[in-house]
T-cell receptor, first 116, second 112 residues
Framework: EAGVTQFPSHSVIEKGQTVTLRCDPI?????LYWYRRVMGKEIKFLLH????????ESGMPNNRFLAERTGGTYSTLKVQPAELEDSGVYFC??????????????FGSGTQLSVL | GNSVTQMEGPVTLSEEAFLTINCTYT??????LFWYVQYPGEGLQLLLK?????DKGSNKGFEATYRKETTSFHLEKGSVQVSDSAVYFC???????????FGTGTRLQVFP
């Protein structure tokens, strides 16, 4: 069974440009999460999808970030325009709808975003 | 609000040394506690967890005990191996939510 896949693994862009990160969850997983780790700091929750619906987007830092999950399969996270402070590692995770206590939460290997 | 504090790294040890990575938390209610590990080039993996006070989570020789009186969940291993080199994250989640709150991560480097 394929794991959670994230693309690209690395992205280097200039301030003001647009970047789109993609996450392919494990097939059949209704829950999809985005997290972010800014250099040297804690991993922070960004948002949670259940299928195509945003269940909780309280962690999204501002309106430069747009997450979508059309059709309830893969998800994209777009940053437009990117700022220097957006640099970090963006993690995606997925789980079955009935997963409890995060035991069956699977993470991707992350996208390292560098904004210059 | 809820938060997790863990010791800064890197932690550098020789093979077969004893490991402790400290983790304390602040939370309302009774959270579940976790240790995640990220090996080089890989995603986060759940290492162990505990869901209530005095529970001990264990896996791959690692263990951590949920201490409500000291609000701690320290990670320990009696004899580390080079293959344990990774970044370790302490985390909590509130009952009834899916959100994880992570600490800053601690890099462990084990040398032969």
């Amino acid at each position: 069974e394929a794991g959670v896949t994230q693309f690209p693994s690395h992205s280097v862009i200039e301030k003001g440009q647009t970047v789109t990160l993609r996450c392919d969850p494990i097939s059949g997983h209704d829950n999809l999460y985005w997290y972010r780790r800014v250099m040297g700091k804690e991993i922070k929750f960004l948002l949670h999808f259940v299928k195509e619906s945003k269940q909780d987007e309280s962690g999204m830092p501002n309106n430069r970030f747009l997450a979508e999950r059309t059709g309830g399969t893969y998800s994209t996270l777009k940053v437009q325009p990117a700022e220097l402070e957006d640099s970090g590692v963006y993690f995606c995770a997925s789980s079955h709808r009935d997963a409890a206590t995060n035991e069956k939460l699977f993470f991707g290997s992350g996208t390292q975003l560098s904004v210059l | 609000g809820n938060s997790v504090t863990q010791m800064e790294g890197p932690v550098t040890l020789s093979e077969e040394a004893f490991l402790t990575i400290n983790c304390t938390y602040t939370a309302t209610g009774y959270p579940s506690l976790f240790w995640y590990v990220q090996y080089p080039g890989e995603g986060l993996q759940l290492l162990l967890k505990a869901t209530k006070a005095d529970d001990k989570g264990s896996n791959k020789g690692f263990e951590a005990t949920y201490r409500k009186e000291t609000t701690s969940f320290h990670l320990e291993k009696g004899s580390v191996q080079v293959s344990d080199s990774a970044v370790y994250f302490c985390a909590l989640s509130d009952h009834g939510t899916d959100k994880l709150i992570f600490g800053t991560g601690t890099r462990l480097q084990v040398f032969p």
